[in-house]
Every structure is written in C-alpha cells, then in structure tokens.
C-alpha cells in the first residue's frame, strides 16, 4: 500500500495482487470468472479491482469491482473440490457470497490468510 495516504500501514491494511473469482451469490452457485485483481484490506472492507499490474488504485481510475464487509464472515483453505489450483482460500461473506482467492506464491497467500482471519476474528462481535 505504498500509495496509501497514511503509511505506516497499520496491520489491517494490506494490499497486493491476487486472483479472484465468486462462486456464490445469494446462496446460488455462480460460474467462475478468475480475473486478476489489485486487493485492498482497510480495516473490515476487503475491495477487488480489475489488474492494474501493480499500480494501485489510489490516484488510477479503476473502481471497485467488488466491495466485502469483513465483519460477520469467515476464511478458510479451499477444498479440492472448490479448485484445482494450490493456495486457495475460500471466503464467505454476508448475503450468502462466496469468494475463492488465489496466488502461485504461497508466502502471500499464507500473509493473506492471516490478515483475513485477524480482521474476521477481532471484529467477530460487530
Ligand atoms: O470449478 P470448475 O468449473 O472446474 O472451474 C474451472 C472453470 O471455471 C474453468 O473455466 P471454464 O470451464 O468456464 O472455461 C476455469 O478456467 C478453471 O480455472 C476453473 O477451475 P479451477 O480449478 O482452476 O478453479
């Protein structure tokens, strides 16, 4: 987040290139569209943009593709059954949406994993 207007980054700010696609909405099974995304975590708010190659969407003009409350949901390693790719995780959200996200490196989607729990869990009671 070196574009960020308030560095340091605290620990509920992180972003970053990942893959992502939904795989439910409202309860109902979706197709997969993988698209790369620039991925911003501020706070409880998780924001998906299309690539931006690493630019960042501070100062771009590139909106928010998909916009998640944190708050309430839950993180996990995806099943097999979910994807054949390696370092999966399964994301479920409100409103019955469920995201699977994705990087070839396994360091960050391991920092992922824990900056998603760590929002999830100290905001559990929200
Ligand atoms: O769960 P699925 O249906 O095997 O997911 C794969 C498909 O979405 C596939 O696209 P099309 O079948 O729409 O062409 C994607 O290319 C694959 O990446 C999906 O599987 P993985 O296992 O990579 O998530």
């Given at each position: 987040c070196s574009s960020s207007p308030k560095p340091p980054a605290s620990p509920s700010e992180k972003c970053g290139v990942l893959n992502v696609t939904k795989i439910t909405e409202n309860g109902k099974k979706v197709r997969k569209n993988w698209t790369s995304s620039w991925t911003l975590l501020e706070g409880t708010t998780l924001l998906f943009t299309k690539g931006q190659g690493g630019s960042g969407?501070?100062?771009?003009q590139s909106k928010p593709e998909i916009t998640v409350d944190l708050r309430g949901g839950s993180v996990d390693w995806a099943s097999k059954d979910k994807s054949s790719k390696k370092h999966v995780l399964e994301l479920k959200i409100r409103q019955g949406t469920e995201l699977l996200i994705h990087s070839e490196n396994d360091n960050v989607i391991n920092d992922w994993y824990r900056a998603l729990q760590e929002t999830i869990s100290t905001h559990a009671w929200e």
């Open positions: 969407w501070f100062g771009g």
